[in-house]
């Protein structure tokens, strides 16, 4: 830390943004606190040295006691500011400590992550996804934040719910099977229900749609849908897997882009119609399932690694 920033602030004379840095580094160590509990210890010093040395000259001089006095006052309510700002920084930098004690979790482009939760669910995490989770799950909830695709298996707990906040909407469980899919950089939204129920909720708590076994809820034209699916080979990411069938070109390269995290530009339009059947093993790369799709059809492509941009001709 900047000793002379220090200084300022125990003077009073930091700005908001420096009071904060300077509290920021305070609370990071008890290094750092003894550090500060020098200087401000010096600093008291000098200011009631320069009391001692004043009231001298004072009584030699009672002529300026009016502007001692208000000199000294204004030190001291200085001083008052510094211990009040102080404090307050400080007790709102351990309150939210204490309330944000929250973890998170991140799968790179072209890889996944299963982890377990405190209270025992498991949660597998898809690529170019992020989940941030309390350690403890103390309250009435058991609240979690997606942004990108996930699959749960969540632990019963009727006293307590389990709610996915992912996006503009809420998943509320009590212990089911589902997976979610609110990668932010697509407008697509769909839950998906394996096992149990579930109710999709807005941010504020209303209910919007309830699914059952074998139903999933999707966003369509910013209005939240309802319909059934048969199939499972969609959620078979978890186990490494993308598995499309009978997908169209143009849906294919929105997975590969959210999955890889690259763009995908493809001039050569006449492959957007063509659909496609088959599984790719996701860690063998987005160049191995282009390798593959391009045998029975005729295109070629560039992989810019640098930009992340491959482009289909």
Not at 52 to 67: C, F, I, M
Not at 149 to 164: D, G, L, Q, T
Request: aromatic share 12%.
């Amino acid at each position: 830390m900047n000793i002379e920033l220090l200084r300022k602030y125990i003077a009073g004379e930091t700005d908001e943004r420096e009071t904060r840095q300077v509290v920021e580094w305070i609370a990071q160590s008890d290094a750092n606190r003894r550090e500060y509990m020098e200087q401000r210890k010096l600093y008291d010093i000098a200011l009631w040295n320069t009391k001692a040395v004043t009231a001298e000259k004072l009584s030699a001089n009672p002529r300026h006691s009016l502007k001692w006095v208000l000199r000294e006052t204004l030190k001291v309510a200085a001083l008052v500011a510094v211990v009040f700002t102080f404090t307050y920084y400080w007790m709102s930098y351990r309150n939210a400590t204490s309330a944000q004690s929250l973890q998170s979790i991140y799968a790179p482009a072209g890889q996944r992550s299963e982890i377990r939760l405190s209270d025992g669910t498991r949660v597998w995490l898809n690529s170019c996804s992020r989940l941030t989770y309390s350690g403890s799950f103390d309250g009435d909830y058991r609240n979690v934040k997606l942004e990108g695709e996930a699959y749960f298996i969540v632990s019963k707990n009727k006293e307590k719910p389990f709610i996915v906040e992912a996006g503009k909407y809420r998943v509320r469980v009590l212990g089911t099977e589902f997976n979610v899919s609110a990668y932010p950089a697509n407008k697509e939204w769909r839950t998906s229900l394996m096992e149990g129920s579930v109710m999709i909720t807005d941010t504020h708590g209303n209910s919007l749609v309830e699914l059952q076994p074998n139903t999933e809820a999707y966003v369509k034209d910013g209005r939240l849908m309802k319909s059934g699916f048969n199939s499972t080979e969609p959620f078979s990411w978890r186990r490494g897997l993308l598995s499309f069938t009978n997908l169209p070109m143009y849906e294919m390269v929105k997975k590969f882009e959210l999955y890889y995290g690259i763009r995908i530009i493809v001039n050569n339009k006449s492959l957007l119609g063509n659909s496609y059947t088959g599984k790719f093993f996701i860690g063998d790369g987005i160049e191995h399932a282009l390798d593959v799709l391009k045998i029975d059809n005729r295109f070629t492509y560039l992989y810019d690694s640098e930009k992340q941009i491959i482009t289909i001709n």
